[in-house]
């Protein structure tokens, strides 16, 4: 999340409505067993997926969360998530092995549970977490994400249900085998080539041990679909406009064949971070317009370990803002209001009818 000029951020609001082709559907009811869903992200997906994860976690079997730190670790203010949570040249870096205070992250985890405003955090222990780190990651830096596992193992979470990645040549970027820039340049995709799958790490030890079955063949066994967003917004008031919470009108969904023939199947939602939404237009240095699209929905590597291994993909995505979100990144600092890390939250309510509608077609 890096600070850009108001001109900048209005050029890219601008442009992010008119560069797409939007061929929306109706997301589809299809037979998921909803306590198998699972979420994962980079960066401020990362953090989102967090926010998921124990705001809903009576229904979230796991996380994998990808250069990104703990639950609220922003407690909703720009400038702690910007210096304490993650380092944003020229402001100063105060990320240290402490600076997520997790301690007091825990606390409001449980204040917003005596309030009814999260699921019980008790279920947290239940959960299989998997984090992923590059070491020369300046953005968010290891020791960021290394509280992630301090926050949920001082909520109860076994050492035997956690996973900690840490790639060494890595920067802050979604790992791929072979996709995407150099693994350990943090530039746009923000997808990187670095002899680890990240996909399969994620699926892997969420829906482990068993092994995921590789895909047959290299063309995929199912399609992405183009779904309608604006279904999920509220119906009135100033979250009800597309665009407007910082959700696009569009969101995309990987279906494996048997799924959509009726298969028992699960669900896992991918947050791609800011710079990677599919309306997401970057300006770089020479003043060139670069257009990412769909990049991190067909390339981050979901797709592959879904196909036969009953698992649906959601693609939610994100969009800019004018100066509230001029990057396009998931609400994880309150750009939105102060219940974006809680079920009242606008992009948190939206997400979670998103799991509701597609898991709607489960066989009782």
Same mark, same amino acid.
């Given at each position: 999340?890096?600070?850009?000029?108001?001109?900048?951020?209005?050029?890219?609001?601008?442009?992010?409505?008119?560069?797409?082709?939007?061929?929306?559907?109706?997301?589809?009811?299809?037979?998921?067993?909803?306590?198998?869903?699972?979420?994962?992200?980079?960066?401020?997906?990362?953090?989102?997926?967090?926010?998921?994860?124990?705001?809903?976690?009576?229904?979230?079997?796991?996380?994998?969360?990808?250069?990104?730190?703990?639950?609220?670790?922003?407690?909703?203010?720009?400038?702690?998530?910007?210096?304490?949570?993650?380092?944003?040249? *020229?402001? !100063?870096?105060?990320?240290?092995?402490? $600076? +997520?205070?997790?301690?007091?992250? =825990?606390?409001?985890?449980?204040? %917003? #549970?005596?309030?009814?405003?999260?699921?019980?955090?008790?279920?947290?222990?239940?959960?299989?977490?998997?984090?992923?780190?590059?070491?020369?990651?300046?953005?968010?830096?290891?020791?960021?994400?290394?509280?992630?596992?301090?926050?949920?193992?001082?909520?109860?979470?076994?050492?035997?249900?956690?996973?900690?990645?840490?790639?060494?040549?890595?920067?802050?970027?979604?790992?791929?085998?072979?996709?995407?820039?150099?693994?350990?340049?943090?530039?746009?995709?923000?997808?990187?080539?670095?002899?680890?799958?990240?996909?399969?790490?994620?699926?892997?030890?969420?829906?482990? *041990?068993? !092994?995921?079955?590789?895909?047959?063949? $290299? +063309?995929?066994?199912?399609?992405? =679909?183009?779904?309608?967003?604006? %279904? #999920?917004?509220?119906?009135?008031?100033?979250?009800?406009?597309?665009?407007?919470?910082?959700?696009?009108?569009?969101?995309?969904?990987?279906?494996?064949?048997?799924?959509?023939?009726?298969?028992?199947?699960?669900?896992?939602?991918?947050?791609?971070?800011?710079?990677?939404?599919?309306?997401?237009?970057?300006?770089?240095?020479?003043?060139?317009?670069?257009?990412?699209?769909?990049?991190?929905?067909?390339?981050?590597?979901?797709?592959?370990?879904?196909?036969?291994?009953?698992?649906?993909?959601?693609?939610?995505?994100?969009?800019?803002?004018?100066?509230?979100?001029?990057?396009?990144?998931?609400?994880?600092?309150?750009?939105?209001?102060?219940?974006?890390?809680?079920?009242?939250?606008?992009?948190?309510? %939206?997400?979670?009818?998103?799991?509701?509608?597609?898991?709607?077609?489960?066989?009782?």
């Amino acid at each position: 999340m890096r600070p850009v000029s108001l001109f900048a951020g209005l050029a890219l609001y601008v442009l992010s409505f008119c560069c797409y082709a939007q061929t929306p559907q109706p997301l589809p009811a299809l037979n998921i067993d909803i306590a198998q869903t699972s979420v994962s992200g980079l960066s401020s997906g990362g953090y989102m997926a967090v926010q998921l994860a124990v705001a809903y976690s009576s229904i979230v079997k796991g996380a994998g969360v990808v250069a990104a730190g703990p639950y609220f670790c922003s407690q909703g203010k720009l400038s702690t998530a910007m210096t304490q949570c993650s380092c944003n040249p *020229p402001l !100063p870096c105060g990320v240290s092995a402490t $600076s +997520a205070a997790v301690p007091s992250l =825990v606390s409001a985890t449980r204040q %917003a #549970f005596a309030g009814k405003l999260v699921d019980d955090p008790a279920n947290l222990a239940g959960q299989r977490v998997i984090t992923i780190s590059g070491l020369k990651d300046t953005t968010v830096p290891p020791v960021v994400v290394q509280q992630v596992d301090d926050y949920y193992r001082t909520l109860g979470l076994p050492p035997a249900n956690l996973s900690v990645v840490s790639l060494d040549n890595a920067g802050h970027t979604m790992p791929t085998v072979n996709y995407g820039v150099a693994c350990g340049d943090s530039v746009s995709p923000f997808i990187g080539k670095c002899q680890f799958d990240g996909a399969q790490a994620i699926l892997g030890w969420i829906y482990g *041990p068993a !092994p995921l079955k590789p895909r047959t063949g $290299s +063309a995929p066994a199912g399609h992405f =679909v183009q779904f309608d967003q604006t %279904a #999920f917004l509220p119906k009135s008031g100033p979250w009800s406009l597309p665009g407007a919470a910082g959700l696009d009108s569009t969101g995309w969904v990987y279906i494996p064949d048997d799924c959509k023939a009726g298969a028992r199947c699960r669900l896992h939602v991918a947050l791609h971070g800011c710079e990677q939404g599919q309306d997401y237009v970057p300006i770089d240095s020479s003043g060139s317009k670069l257009y990412y699209g769909t990049t991190f929905v067909r390339h981050a590597g979901y797709d592959k370990w879904a196909d036969n291994n009953q698992i649906v993909v959601l693609f939610p995505q994100a969009v800019v803002i004018p100066m509230a979100n001029p990057l396009g990144c998931w609400d994880w600092w309150g750009y939105t209001d102060s219940h974006f890390a809680d079920q009242k939250g606008v992009q948190m309510q %939206a997400i979670r009818a998103m799991i509701d509608r597609l898991s709607s077609g489960a066989n009782q």
